[in-house]
């Protein structure tokens, strides 16, 4: 029975050991991997550095060569017996300490203003523009951000400035045509209200 029992002890022991070595030996594989690694990884650093600087002083004299790094010299008037010296720095040229007011423009002739009728006035915090039938506070808005906002530029419009305007309004394209604009405006313009409120109805 005590045989039997040591035999049992002896057996668990070894086994104990086998799985301390394996775990022991699995350690040191992944040590010595490390370790591989770290020296690989040392070396391809070291590798990178020895290229650069091996680079910068190629560099360095290439730009030699070129004559890059060298000073500028003046050749002597004495000849090839008097050695050449380094080219003096040109001095700087002192700026003036303010710039001198340009001349004066010639006034262009005067242009006559057209006279603005007096029917032509915005109403009380609205646009000029809103005065025409078909055009609201969107819409004047919109030509307003397209440099529009005097009913004389809307009058003075040509086919082609008024087909190109169009195009440009977006949702509402279509209105300037179909509400009359450059009609309305040409009869504000002229100060010819009767004309006006005969076509489109009372202002």
Do not use: C
Not at 4 to 14: E, L, P
Not at 102 to 130: D, K, Q
């Amino acid at each position: 029975m005590d045989t039997t029992q040591s035999a049992q002890h002896s057996t668990a022991s070894i086994d104990a050991m086998g799985a301390i070595s394996a775990v022991h030996i699995v350690l040191m594989v992944v040590l010595a991997i490390a370790a591989i690694l770290v020296i690989w990884w040392g070396s391809v650093l070291r590798r990178r550095r020895r290229e650069a600087d091996e680079q910068v002083v190629e560099n360095r004299e290439i730009a030699e060569d070129a004559g890059a790094t060298a000073p500028p010299t003046v050749e002597s008037p004495m000849g090839d017996d008097v050695p050449a010296v380094p080219a003096a720095a040109p001095e700087p040229v002192p700026q003036p300490a303010y710039e001198p007011s340009p001349e004066p423009a010639p006034e262009a002739a005067p242009v006559a203003a057209r006279p603005v009728p007096e029917i032509v006035s915005a109403p009380s915090g609205g646009s000029e523009l809103t005065q025409l039938k078909g055009l609201g506070p969107k819409l004047a808005v919109t030509l307003t951000e397209l440099g529009y906002t005097r009913i004389d530029q809307i009058a003075d419009l040509t086919p082609a400035e008024a087909e190109a305007l169009d195009a440009r309004l977006g949702a509402f394209q279509g209105r300037m045509a179909r509400d009359r604009w450059i009609e309305q405006a040409r009869l504000l313009a002229a100060g010819d209200r009767a004309a006006y409120e005969a076509q489109f109805g009372k202002l």
